[in-house]
């Protein structure tokens, strides 16, 4: 019987807590390359230990997306959590973007609403894999086993999503993505509920909205590997 994708993508990578000072000091790098070499999202002359962060790190969880043979960190995103001493404190999306859907939010608590953010796959790691090719070197760099999990490195990272609401009992996410993320989402059973017009945020983006069990529903209809991957085989929610 094949590896199934799980065990394909735990043999090559590694989906590793930023727990430490040590590493969200990886992660802080590795968005500085992201949004401010690669994409100009941001002016880097405003960080000038070459590493991205903001007043939303201090009450977020951080994961790193970490490809063994090459030991470099290559994908990274958090999940800004409500602030427990003040809870009506504004997530960066409702202070970036207009939120007119308010009917999709009216059975949303603040206390378990989380914010999906800084989701980045370095450009650096992408120009070497086939999903990018760029230079025709891919075959011999990675496996083809490693080849066929690459375009699972998003699933990775809401994997890591998944793995955080479920230890900090968060039931609904926010998040501002690009239109075209969107729709790679809806393919997957992922339907996002756009809660205002398109902001310009790091390029245009759509505010949304979703509920963590309904995603994990929708993904589990459409196809069952990919609901196993984005619980660890059921281990990361119940």
Not at 14 to 34: F, H, I
Not at 62 to 87: D, F, G, Q, S, W
Request: aromatic share 12%; with cysteine; glycine share 4%.
């Amino acid at each position: 019987m094949p590896n199934s994708i799980i065990d394909i993508f735990n043999e090559y990578f590694e989906m590793v807590p930023a727990n430490s000072e040590e590493l969200k000091k990886e992660v802080y790098k590795l968005r500085y390359q992201v949004y401010c070499v690669e994409n100009g999202f941001l002016d880097s002359t405003h960080y000038q230990e070459a590493m991205e962060s903001d007043e939303f790190d201090r009450h977020s969880c951080h994961y790193l997306i970490y490809h063994r043979k090459l030991n470099v960190y290559m994908a990274t995103t958090r999940l800004i959590l409500p602030e427990k001493n003040n809870p009506d404190k504004l997530f960066p999306i409702e202070i970036h973007s207009k939120i007119d859907n308010v009917d999709a939010l009216t059975h949303v608590s603040r206390h378990s609403l989380a914010e999906a953010s800084r989701f980045c796959i370095s450009k650096e790691f992408r120009r070497r894999k086939n999903e990018f090719p760029m230079n025709g070197d891919e075959e011999n760099i990675f496996s083809l086993d490693e080849r066929r999990i690459f375009p699972h490195i998003t699933l990775a990272l809401f994997a890591c999503l998944i793995k955080i609401s479920h230890d900090h009992g968060i039931k609904d996410w926010y998040a501002v993505m690009e239109p075209a993320l969107i729709r790679f989402f809806t393919m997957l059973g992922i339907n996002f509920v756009e809660i205002g017009p398109l902001t310009d945020y790091h390029g245009r983006r759509q505010p949304c909205t979703i509920n963590v069990e309904n995603l994990l529903e929708g993904v589990a209809k459409k196809d069952l590997s990919k609901w196993t991957m984005l619980t660890n085989k059921g281990n990361y929610w119940n």
